[in-house]
């Protein structure tokens, strides 16, 4: 039969085990402390991106539709410009014939 002195010996190594692991899950849980404020952190980043991706989506459609505007800016801008030369060409002809009218007229009443 064990003495009292073994039961004690006994229990004070079963206290330092016991002593010894709940050091070790006390650091444990500091661990588990640290990463849950790193995830924290990362969640936070992912949160911040996120938000950045969407200004960033919304800034690529906005580019797209003002390429669109540029585009069909410079599809009026052209049609305007052959327009105008058009009107440009008309103009030139009816001074032309004006003027070619008005010689054959002089040229008639000046050569009897």
């Known amino acids: 039969m064990p003495t009292n002195t073994d039961k004690i010996d006994e ?3 079963r206290v330092t085990t016991i002593a010894e692991r709940l050091e070790n899950v006390r650091k444990e849980t500091e661990g588990l402390a640290e990463l849950a404020v790193q995830i924290t952190v990362h969640s ?6 996120r938000k950045t991706t969407d200004v960033l989506v919304d800034m690529s459609n906005r580019i797209a539709v003002l390429e669109q505007q540029i ?3 410079k599809e009026k801008t ?3 410009s052959r327009r105008r030369w058009s009107v440009f060409q008309i103009t ?3 001074i032309i014939g004006g003027i070619i009218t008005l010689a054959i ?3 008639k009443y000046l050569l009897p």
């Open 78 to 80: 052209d049609e305007t």
């Open 105 to 107: 007229t002089l040229v």
């Open 92 to 94: 030139v002809g009816a």
């Open 71 to 73: 585009k069909d800016l």
């Open 44 to 49: 936070e980043r992912i949160d911040v991106l």
């Open 11 to 13: 229990l004070s190594n």
